[in-house]
């Protein structure tokens, strides 16, 4: 889905919880500064717990979860 929202502007960032290998790909492509987190799992750029998500209020544009 993030094919149909499109190209974004420089800066639009995005976050992807418990990240699948597709969304990263798809998300630089268009343009996104891409972030993830996870609790555990070494795909996650970030490890931290998403009842403590360990960025400030209005860090990023869009989040994106597939499965928690």
Do not use: W
């Amino acid at each position: 889905r993030l094919r149909q929202r499109g190209p974004v502007p420089p800066g639009t960032r995005l976050l992807e919880v418990a990240p699948i290998q597709t969304v990263k790909r798809t998300a630089l492509e268009l343009g996104y500064d891409y972030t993830s987190v996870d609790l555990q799992s070494a795909k996650a750029e970030v490890l931290g717990d998403l009842c403590q998500v360990p960025f400030g209020d209005r860090s990023f544009d869009l989040v994106v979860c597939f499965h928690v």
